[in-house]
């Protein structure tokens, strides 16, 4: 074997690692910039799941402060009944030993039930304003639900784009925009909603 015929192999190994990261560079600059894409759009899907879920917990615990009120009302009507109940009993005691009751027992007993239609009125009221508030913080969770799919979308198509580069398989890349897409599909549809 003769020895003038050895091959350089520092000069192969520089051309080899030239073209793979010519080759291989734009494909990465590529998933970089999808992936910072989908970091943008999973940050403001993240931030208008947590603004959904805060007014949704607003609303539930005013909600609970209606119920509380509207409780309060029952008792008070409760109340208001057997005030009228006691009055009437007297009245009949009255009537029991033959005698005419006073007519304050009966204008007692006629107050007691008009207080109690308004109380009544008013604690109806009250449930009614705190099952709005329930519905309408059921419809933010609902959204924030969606907001939260989002995220979870984005966060997958993100840890697939990471696999794609450091396998460098486009495969695997087109999986991370596919399912970067159904996310930026859910977030759009969300906002325009």
């Known amino acids: 074997m003769p020895e003038d015929t050895e091959i350089d192999t520092d000069r192969l190994h520089e051309a080899i690692d030239k ?5 291989g560079g734009g494909f990465l600059k590529r998933i970089a910039l999808t992936t910072a894409i989908m970091a943008v759009l999973a940050s403001i899907a993240s931030l208008e799941a947590g ?15 209606l119920q509380a009120e509207a409780s309060d009302q029952w008792a008070y009507y409760q109340a208001k009944g057997l005030k009228a109940v006691v009055s009437s009993a007297a009245r009949g005691a009255w009537t029991a030993i033959g005698k005419e009751p006073p007519s304050a027992y009966q204008d007692e007993t006629r107050r007691y039930e008009a207080e109690q239609k308004e109380i009544q009125k008013a604690a109806r009221e009250k449930e009614k304003e705190r099952d709005e508030k329930d519905k309408e913080a059921a419809l933010l969770l609902r959204r924030h639900e969606s907001f939260a799919l989002c995220v979870a979308l984005f966060q997958v198509s993100i840890a697939l784009g990471a696999v794609a580069a450091l396998t460098r398989n486009r495969l695997v890349w087109y999986g991370s925009l596919a399912v970067g897409l159904a996310g930026a599909g859910v977030l759009i549809a969300r906002l325009v909603a």
């Open 19 to 23: 073209e793979l990261e010519r080759e």
């Open 51 to 65: 603004s959904t879920v805060n007014e949704a917990l607003m609303l539930k615990t005013e909600a609970t402060r």
